[in-house]
């Protein structure tokens, strides 16, 4: 019982500490295009926030909801899908960065 309660700390100790530092680094990206005007750093800067922030508020509101009965289990299977689908849109903008040049 403590392992599985430890367990569950630890996933969201992580899951919060990547998206803080997910969106720091999103915020540094999106300092590079403002002072450099750098289209690829926008894209960037999106796709980190949309990747890490966006998703990990999405996910873990959506859960507590869930887990408190605000929301019906109805929305369970809905909720993950516009998770991922935010977390592809995330990885694509980053895919899209890469491919751009300044």
Do not use: C, E, K
């Amino acid at each position: 019982m403590l392992g599985t309660a430890l367990l569950d700390w630890a996933i969201v100790t992580l899951a919060f500490g990547s998206t803080v530092v997910g969106s720091y680094v999103g915020y540094q990206a999106y300092r590079g295009f403002r002072r450099n005007r750098s289209r690829p750093m926008q894209f960037l800067a999106v796709g980190l926030f949309l990747l890490t922030a966006v998703s990990f508020v999405l996910a873990f509101v959506g859960s507590v909801l869930l887990r408190q009965g605000l929301l019906p289990l109805v929305y369970d299977r809905p909720l993950t899908l516009v998770t991922r689908a935010i977390q592809f849109l995330g990885v694509l903008f980053i895919a899209y960065s890469l491919h751009q040049r300044p």
